[in-house]
């Protein structure tokens, strides 16, 4: 598979050009990048992608509290994520920081609260 | 107002966001300690306490915060100061000699003679209104802000099939979480050829949820009479006007706008402070203090920054700053105009009048690739820095040592841009 994507390591912003194998995970040519850093980057968006999921669960008794993952989850959980935090409760006395869910999914990262309820 | 009798106070900073809150938290490091934070709203934090998403605080704390969790470590700051701040409280006036007139529902109306005042009250976003777009006015309009305070802090979605206009990071930001609370977003329609908006944005929001960013389009005409029911687009051609034979109809119930921010100056103007008509802020010297004396401003309020954590940078330098005012040692020998020739839109600060290193803040009108950005006074150029990369949505520093500054023999310099032939 082929992909381009614009790396943002640093402004510069590269336009780095990806061919990789998706069943064996292995990048079998890459072009474009100016640096060692945005090599990796760009290896790990094709083969691994994570990102922090940031949204919103209810509270207890009414309201809604922000939360986190406190460690980047797969990309491709995201959805799947948001389903179980869609259907969780806050207390209504939530510190910033608090655990709300742990291991999300079984991923290892916990959903956090990123505000005092 | 003079039949009311005025308190009086050292210093009173308008708004307790991240801007406000740091220039508190500097000013009572440096010495002052009766300090009052006026905020309208009923908890301190400003926009932050909406912007629920990641990537704040990697150049203040070193380490990726959500908005809330950036406003909390201001907001412990504060309270471990014991610095005073009124809640739920209007600023309604200020005066050019310092006099403020606010309103809340416990005191009435009441006014306050400040020794300084700091001005961090944020910006606002441009609207509809401002943009006239032909066609109906349905309900399902907002600005990307709105809708923002709706899904993350009321809980309301504001519709299902959503049209973008406008790539500045809040619409890019909208995009990405009303995709994840279920709603399509169709298109992001932006009328420059380049985003406004941050590309880790533009990668994270659009490209991981395949949203196009459609460059060189927007929207020419809204349809539907109660509801919203799609806007057409059209691709612009280079002076941006609509090519008529790329109109398209995209069936959705709403439009987010996120074209823009604009300070929000209406109390400044109230104190005579002279106005930039670039940034739509104040014009200040290094110390961020206005054309009114003892009046500084700092964060969205003098210029839209792109970062929370470079507004509250800006806080604590004002802060330091009043105090040096207060106590009689800001020393001002000098005012020197920075100009600047169209291709630099506008630097922060507008004026330089001590002897120390001043560091700029600018931003370029366009994208300009391998250039040189240079500081002249007349022919002899002061100062030159290369870029490999310039943008209209990337804020830029360029740092005057002292030794530069003692050199300028005139009252004007000029910050200029040339790209390599």
Redesign the interface.
């Known amino acids: 598979m082929k992909r381009k994507?614009?790396c943002?390591v640093c402004?510069?912003?590269c336009e780095i050009s990806v061919e990789y194998d998706e069943t064996t995970k292995e990048v079998l040519n890459m072009t474009g990048h100016a640096c060692r850093r945005g090599e990796e980057y760009a290896r790990a968006e094709c083969i691994a992608p994570k990102?922090?999921?940031?949204?919103?669960v209810?509270i207890k008794g009414g309201g809604?509290l922000?939360v986190?993952t406190d460690k980047p989850i797969p990309?491709e959980l995201?959805?799947e994520c948001?389903k179980v935090i869609n259907r969780a409760e806050a207390p209504k006395d939530a510190k910033?920081g608090d655990v709300i869910i742990p291991n999300i999914l079984g991923t290892g990262s916990n959903i956090i609260a990123?505000?005092?309820a | 107002m003079s039949d009311i009798t005025a308190s009086k106070r050292a210093l009173v900073i308008i708004g307790a966001g991240p801007a406000g809150m740091s220039a508190a938290v500097a000013a009572y490091d440096h010495g002052i300690r009766d300090i009052l934070i006026i905020e309208r709203d009923n908890a301190p934090g400003g926009i932050l306490r909406q912007c629920i998403h990641n990537g704040f605080g990697l150049h203040t704390f070193k380490e990726e915060l959500t908005g809330p969790e950036f406003a909390y470590r201001f907001e412990e700051q504060v309270r471990e100061r014991g610095i005073e701040i009124k809640l739920n409280t209007m600023v309604l006036d200020i005066t050019p000699d310092r006099m403020v007139t606010a309103i809340n529902e416990k005191e009435g109306v009441f006014t306050i003679e400040a020794g300084a005042i700091i001005l961090a009250m944020g910006c606002r976003e441009r609207s509809k209104g401002a943009l006239n777009i032909p066609g109906t006015r349905p309900a399902g309009v907002f600005t990307a802000g709105t809708a923002q305070k709706y899904v993350n802090m009321q809980g309301y979605m504001p519709g299902k099939e959503v049209v973008i206009l406008g790539s500045g990071d809040i619409g890019l930001i909208m995009a990405r979480r009303m995709t994840l609370e279920g709603a399509v977003v169709k298109a992001v329609c932006e009328i420059m050829p380049y985003s406004n908006g941050l590309t880790r944005n533009i990668e994270q929001c659009l490209n991981d949820f395949n949203i196009p960013p459609l460059l060189s389009h927007t929207v020419v005409k809204l349809h539907g009479r109660e509801r919203l029911t799609g806007v057409t687009i059209a691709e612009v051609d280079a002076q941006r006007r609509p090519i008529e034979s790329t109109k398209k109809f995209i069936q959705c119930d709403t439009l987010l706008l996120s074209v823009g921010l604009i300070p929000e100056n209406e109390l400044s103007k109230s104190a005579d402070v002279v106005l930039d008509r670039m940034t739509g802020g104040a014009e200040v010297d290094e110390f961020r203090q206005t054309s009114t004396e003892g009046i500084f401003a700092c964060g969205n309020v003098l210029h839209v920054h792109d970062l929370a954590d470079f507004a509250a940078d800006e806080g604590a330098i004002a802060g330091r700053a009043v105090v040096d005012y207060l106590t009689g040692n800001l020393k001002q020998q000098k005012r020197i105009r920075v100009l600047t020739d169209g291709r630099v839109r506008y630097t922060v600060p507008q004026y330089i009048t001590s002897g120390k290193d001043v560091t700029l803040y600018y931003r370029v009108s366009n994208i300009f690739r391998n250039a040189t950005v240079g500081i002249y006074e007349g022919e002899r150029k002061l100062l030159e820095r290369r870029k490999i990369k310039l943008a209209p949505g990337e804020m830029e520093t360029i740092t005057l040592p002292a030794s530069l500054i003692a050199s300028i023999v005139g009252d004007t310099i000029r910050i200029g841009l040339e790209e390599d032939k």
């Open positions: 994507l614009i943002i402004p510069k912003g990102r922090t999921l940031t949204t919103t209810r809604l922000p986190r990309r995201m959805f948001m910033i990123s505000a005092n």
